[in-house]
Structures are given as C-alpha cells and as structure tokens.
C-alpha cells in the first residue's frame, strides 16, 4: 500500500517555510551634498573634454538627440565589417572568431540601444586599439569572443531567464578575464554609449559615468594621472555616501508549482528544471550514453546510497539545500554549539554550507529526487541486461512523452494537476496500493504499463487485465 502523503492535501498550496536573509530597507537620500555634486561636475567636464568615444559634435548630434532604431539594421551587417575586414578576419581559436561574433552581434547592439553608426564608431575605435596594441601581447581567447552573445546573457539575465549563478558561470566560459583587453574595451564602449543617451539624475548613473569614461580614457592611454585619481576619489566618496538599514529576517511561504510525481519507492517528486533537481538530465544522459558496456547498476548504487544517506541521518545541510534547490531563500537550520562564540568566518561557513537543516517537507523532497533517479536507472539497468536489442529499445523510449515514459516504464505515479484529486499511474492492483488515496476521494487513472516481454518492451498484456478483473468480481 501506498501511504498517503499529506502535502497532497492540497497540491496547489504546497510550500516551503524559508527565510528571506537578504531584506533591508534603504534610507533614500535623492542627492549627494553640493560640495560632491560640484566636485563630479568638474570631473565630468575634463572627461568629456577628453571624448572617450571621440565622437565628432555632428555624430554626438546624431547618435544622442536624433536616436532611432532602424529594424532592418541586420541587412548592412556586412556593409559595416567590410571595412574592418582585413583586422578582423583572425585564423579561429576554439572554434570561433571576432568578426563572426561581431556580425552576429550587430543586431544585439541595435537592441541595446546603439544605432549602425554607432557601431560603426565602435569598429573604428577596436581598429584604432588593435593598431595601437599591435606590439603587445592580446589574449586570442579574450579577442575571439562573441561580443552578440555577451550581450544576450546580459539580457536574459536583466530578463529574469537566467539566475545570477547562471550568468556568471556563462561570463565565465566566454572569457577569462576582463581587464585590460580587447572585450573589456567593446564592452565599456557599449556602456558608454547607453549612458549618453540618459540623464545622470542617480549617484549609481554618476558614479558609472566615470567609472566608464575614465577606463576607456585609460585604455587608450589617454587618461592623465591627476585626472585618474580624481575619478577615484569621485567614484569612491559616492559609493560611500549611503545608508543602509537592516532589518530582521524576514519569513517567506515558498509555493511549489503543482507539478508532482509519487516514486516507485513511495516518496513526493516535484519536478524542477535545476540541474541537480531535473530527473530528466538523468534521463537524457542514459539515452545518449553510446557506451553499451557502461554498467548502470552503478548508477542505481549511487543513487540509492544517497537516498538512504538522508533517510538515515534525518537532516540535510545548508549546502545540500542549495545544491538541490539553487534559491534565493534560505532554510531554517539548528545552530551548532560555540555558533554563537565563532567568529563571523565559521559562522557564514555555517550558515552556507554545513549547517543542519532538519525541515521535514525539504528532507522528503530531496529523498524524493534521489529515489527518482534510482528508480530511472533502475529501469534502465534491467533493460540494458535483459533486452535482446538495448538501442532498438531505447530509439522506441526516446519518441515516448517523459511523462509517459515515467508512469508506464518506471512506474512513477503522476498527481493530475489539471483535475482535481486525481492519480495516474500504471500499477496493476493500484486499488489495494491507493486504498488510502481512493477513501478520501482520490480517483485513480489506470494506463497500461509497458513491460519487457521475452526481451522486447511492449504494452502489458490486456487480455491478462480482462481475466484479472473478471476474476475479483466473481469473488
């Protein structure tokens, strides 16, 4: 018998007690003191004199009072690289090169708010660096990005389509590094120009204006020493001319969306795209694994170990947490003895990492991600030893809906989320095993399951069923 889970009351109100650490209120302050208003002033006023964008007074004129942005800009691509052809036509490093990138990346730069011949202005000032640094050594890997691509992961990060986490880690398989090179460059040019078409009415706008004009100004070696430490002392006074007030913890019910799964080993499945929480990365990685030979019983080791790990323990660390479930929010977690007495390094090495955590909702969630696993392999493992042909079997999976693949392969049993109190699943005798479900007025949707028969996967055999039922009604 499949015992009831209570989280299943209600599927649609299903939440997670978290703790939201990051709350603060800012006090406003909606200027900087005129002393500090009048010093940025007259450091603006010497940088502009320098023009880092070195930008004519007619296309200034053009690009900033008279902005628009042309749709069909993607069709003088080739027109504004031409010129630039033989600097950046470079032999491919990893598989990709700078004027590619930069064809591609035109139209993201129109989006961004930067006309053709804004473009245009930006390829002469690369041109210009190039020859300008033509005796230095320029990190190859740093000059082939794929400035189009940079700026579309800076928008799905402004877009909310990717975390944090994500972009970074994005950034971080684009280039190494950023200072003092050829990316860097282009990309404070884009910045620049995004800001000069705004008004500086915020010390964060003030503070980039600087910030931004005086690197570039630097990078061209055209940024005097006195000048420099002027912007320093600029940027640093507002970035410290601030108050912040922090408030307590904050509570937070997290929802879950209701999209649930029972396992065959009888835990709650909520299906996440996470990586570490996603069941069909498993899935994927098992059907693309070209290996015959692979052994995937390891698999199903691994996976239970770890089931068992956290059923025995009862808890789960804060590290584990953010593992599984990759938040913004925290859990609640029980303070080691001498937390209070250590000092704030082993305390945020506490609070991050191995701090216990003995949520029982969370526990059974990450129970349930595990035992989905196991129970994926475990499918697949016994597939692999007793089909007469493992790639035929698995190319008939593959063309299978996951969803399908889970209740009728592995057995998972799914939680409708479009009717209410309703269970599909695949298990033969399902009204003894949801006898619990079905007195509280669950209904139970029976599919047929597809079993290996004499080493080919076919649907269970439905004159079996026929002869099933027929014989508990006689009893």
């Not at 684009?174 to 000069?196: G, H």
């Not at 990586?275 to 199903?300: P, Q, W």
């Not at 509280?440 to 597809?450: E, H, L, S």
């Amino acid at each position: 018998m499949i015992p009831f889970i209570k989280e299943l009351n209600d599927p649609n109100d299903v939440k997670l007690k978290l703790i939201d650490k990051y709350y603060y209120k800012d006090i406003k302050i909606n200027s900087l003191p005129e002393d500090l208003i009048k010093e940025c002033y007259d450091v603006i006023k010497e940088l502009d004199r320098l023009n880092p964008l070195e930008l004519t007074k007619e296309e200034e004129s053009y690009e900033f009072t008279n902005y628009h942005v042309d749709s069909n800009n993607g069709l003088y691509t080739n027109n504004i690289l031409n010129d630039y052809d033989e600097d950046l036509r470079f032999n491919r490093f990893n598989g990709y090169d700078l004027y590619s990138g930069l064809k591609f990346g035109i139209k993201s730069f129109n989006n961004c708010g930067i006309t053709n011949n804004g473009f245009n202005k930006m390829m002469e000032l690369l041109k210009k660096y190039i020859y300008n640094y033509k005796e230095e050594q320029i990190n190859k890997d740093d000059l082939v990005l794929s400035i189009g691509e940079l700026v579309n992961i800076k928008k799905n990060l402004e877009c909310g389509r990717i975390t944090i986490a994500e972009y970074i880690t994005s950034v971080n398989d684009k280039y190494k590094s950023l200072d003092d090179n050829l990316a860097k460059y282009l990309e404070l040019i884009e910045m620049m120009f995004n800001l000069k078409k705004d008004f500086l009415t915020t010390k964060n706008k003030i503070c980039d204006y600087i910030d931004i004009s005086s690197k570039i100004l630097k990078m061209q070696k055209r940024l005097p020493k006195e000048l420099e430490e002027k912007c320093n002392k600029c940027i640093n006074d507002i970035q410290n001319y601030k108050f912040k007030f922090n408030c307590k913890d904050r509570d937070v019910d997290m929802k879950l969306s209701n999209a649930f799964y029972i396992t065959p080993y009888k835990h709650l499945y909520n299906v996440s795209n996470h990586k570490f929480a996603s069941i069909y990365k498993v899935y994927k990685n098992i059907i693309n694994d070209s290996n015959l030979s692979s052994d995937l019983s390891e698999g199903v080791k691994y996976y239970k170990d770890k089931y068992n790990t956290f059923k025995t323990k009862e808890y789960f660390t804060t590290h584990d947490f953010w593992v599984y479930f990759n938040l913004i929010y925290k859990c609640y977690f029980l303070k080691d003895i001498g937390y209070m007495d250590a000092d704030e390094s082993i305390k945020r090495t506490l609070e991050h990492m191995d701090a216990k955590c003995y949520n029982r909702t969370i526990l059974e969630l990450i129970m349930g991600i595990e035992s989905a696993n196991a129970s994926i392999y475990e499918f697949f493992d016994n597939l692999k030893k007793n089909a007469i042909n493992y790639e035929e079997e698995i190319d008939k999976i593959s063309k299978m809906d996951f969803p399908d693949f889970l209740v009728r392969c592995c057995g998972f049993h799914k939680i409708e989320s479009q009717v209410n109190k309703t269970i599909t699943t695949s298990l033969v005798n399902y009204k003894d095993a949801f006898s619990e479900y079905i007195n509280r007025g669950w209904k139970v949707d029976f599919i047929p399951p597809i079993v290996l028969n004499n080493g080919v996967l076919e649907e269970y055999n439905n004159d079996f069923l026929v002869i099933r039922k027929a014989l508990k009604l006689e009893k």
